[in-house]
């Protein structure tokens, strides 16, 4: 069988995007040649690969044997590429990354140029979103994810730890006062999330529960979907937020952020992970990348900053 593996490597896609359309479109390239690239490795294989029928497509029994072989390939390929492209001028090629908006902002953003600067090869996509996404469907070589890790398919690396704490803008306290107990909170503007209702439970500190409650449920004044608004709305003076201390902790050390009632909320620390598919962690761009992100939150390296 004379195989190519970029024919290979479309089959992949179209298995992992669901129609020839997608990876068409992915590919910049008509659905006819890529209808036409399946048909021949069909005929290579002698045997049918797909069902296609108006509902979509479904591998067959072959095709899921011959998909499991070509991943193989196609990753044995990619990391002797990799390791001879590191040998001759390091980590190299697009690295993409899935982060919430606010780690975007308050993490990545400004990690770049010392990243570059080490890893001139490197060439980054941001996914700034607060969705789960599907790292092998849409293609995702790092998800930076808090708390638990799911699925047999990924390697989590532990790269940092967050918690979670209230704060609010010196000109929102000037104006409506600063909370001294959570029962003022029931007077205060608060922000909560209209994406995740987990987070608009804020749990108490242990044994500081007013009411015997696991957690305090805030009445939002002002709601919105992503962390990086949720940061914007708090540092505008909209209201007190709930908040990330990797965003919060520049703020408050410059005084535009005041954290609100530490001792009554919960400030227990969550890991942060890279999420990378098992198939893939090993790769030298990935590797490269996850060092310095590592590096760049426990505080090694700064803007002005390059390790050796």
Same mark, same amino acid.
């Given at each position: 069988m004379k195989l190519d593996l970029d024919d290979a490597a479309l089959f992949l896609r179209v298995t992992e995007l669901g129609t020839l359309s997608a990876a068409a479109r992915e590919r910049h390239a008509p659905v006819s040649l890529v209808s036409r690239t399946l048909a021949r490795l069909e005929a290579?294989? %002698?045997?049918? +690969?797909?069902?296609? /029928? /108006?509902?979509?497509?479904? +591998? /067959?029994?072959? #095709?899921?044997?011959? &998909?499991?072989?070509? !991943?193989? +390939?196609?990753?044995? !390929?990619?990391?002797?590429?990799?390791?001879?492209?590191?040998?001759?001028?390091?980590?190299?090629?697009?690295v993409r990354l899935s982060v919430s908006p606010g780690l975007a902002d308050s993490v990545i953003v400004p990690s770049l140029p010392s990243l570059y600067e080490a890893h001139p090869q490197l060439q980054v996509e941001v +996914?700034?979103?607060?969705?789960?996404?599907?790292?092998?469907?849409? %293609? $995702?070589?790092?998800?930076?994810r808090t708390g638990s890790t799911h699925g047999d398919s990924l390697v989590a690396r532990q790269i940092a730890q967050h918690g979670r704490q209230l704060c609010a803008a010196p000109a929102y306290l000037a104006r409506f006062g600063t909370p001294r107990h959570p029962d003022d909170l029931a007077a205060h503007r608060l922000i909560t999330n209209s994406a995740s209702p987990a987070m608009n439970r804020w749990p108490w500190a242990k044994g500081r529960s007013p009411d015997g409650s696991? &957690?305090?449920?805030?009445?939002?004044?002002?709601?919105?979907?992503? *962390? &990086?608004?949720?940061? &914007?709305?708090?540092?505008? #003076?909209?209201?007190?937020?709930?908040?990330?201390?990797?965003? /919060?902790?520049?703020?408050?050390?410059?005084?535009?952020?005041?954290?609100?009632?530490?001792?009554?909320?919960?400030? *227990?620390? $969550?890991?942060?992970?890279?999420?990378?598919?098992?198939? !893939?962690?090993?790769?030298?761009?990935?590797?490269?990348?996850?060092?310095?992100?590592? !590096?760049?939150?426990? %505080?090694?390296?700064?803007?002005?900053?390059?390790?050796?």
């Open positions: 290579q294989c %002698g045997v049918r +690969l797909m069902h296609r /029928t /108006t509902h979509g497509l479904s +591998l /067959t029994d072959e #095709g899921d044997t011959f &998909a499991a072989h070509a !991943r193989r +390939l196609l990753d044995t !390929r990619d990391e002797l590429a990799a390791a001879f492209q590191h040998k001759r001028a390091g980590p190299s090629g697009w +996914l700034a979103d607060d969705r789960m996404v599907d790292m092998a469907r849409e %293609g $995702v070589d790092i998800a930076i696991p &957690a305090y449920l805030p009445r939002g004044h002002t709601r919105t979907d992503n *962390s &990086a608004m949720l940061l &914007a709305l708090t540092l505008a #003076g909209v209201g007190i937020g709930r908040l990330n201390d990797i965003y /919060t902790s520049g703020h408050i050390e410059r005084g535009i952020l005041v954290p609100l009632l530490d001792d009554w909320f919960d400030r *227990s620390r $969550v890991p942060i992970y890279a999420v990378m598919l098992s198939e !893939r962690h090993r790769l030298p761009k990935l590797r490269a990348c996850v060092d310095h992100w590592a !590096r760049w939150l426990s %505080g090694e390296v700064t803007a002005g900053f390059v390790p050796a």
